[in-house]
Nanobody, 124 residues
Framework: QVQLVESGGGLVQAGGSLRLSCAAS????????MGWFRQAPGKEREFVVR????????YYADSVKGRFTIARDNTKNTVHLQMNSLKPEDTAVYYC?????????????????WGQGTQVTVSS
């Protein structure tokens, strides 16, 4: 059983930056690909980015490409999401998730473990 805890959310003005972190425990962190998803009120959960088990491959949603950067530290069981040039439409609850599989997927149902989420609010 893997436990995931996100942190780093908050309120920021448009154009600003935030760095989200996700700390994992209870499993072999390097066995899991990690993803970040987000969910705005009244909307479905949306894929943001995925990083492979080794950290060597990353996959971004077009909406965040060039603005967000994911990185993981398998020695510290953490994954980070650096978010720059934030826009009001980035406002959402951000979740990290773990997937034991190696097939790249953007489908939330393919991720076995989820954190509780952290709120990101971008004001205009």
């Amino acid at each position: 059983q893997v436990q995931l805890v996100e942190s780093g959310g908050g309120l920021v003005q448009a154009g600003g930056s935030l760095r989200l972190s996700c700390a994992a425990s209870g499993g072999t962190f390097s066995s899991y690909a990690m993803g970040w998803f987000r969910q705005a009120p009244g909307k479905e959960r949306e894929f943001v980015v995925r990083i492979s088990q080794s950290g060597g491959s990353t996959y971004y949603a077009d909406s965040v490409k060039g603005r967000f950067t994911i990185a993981r530290d398998n020695t510290k069981n953490t994954v980070h999401l650096q978010m720059n040039s934030l826009k009001p439409e980035d406002t959402a609850v951000y979740y990290c998730a773990a997937d034991r599989g190696t097939v790249v997927t953007r489908q939330p149902r393919r991720y076995e473990y989820w954190g509780q989420g952290t709120q990101v609010t971008v004001s205009s």
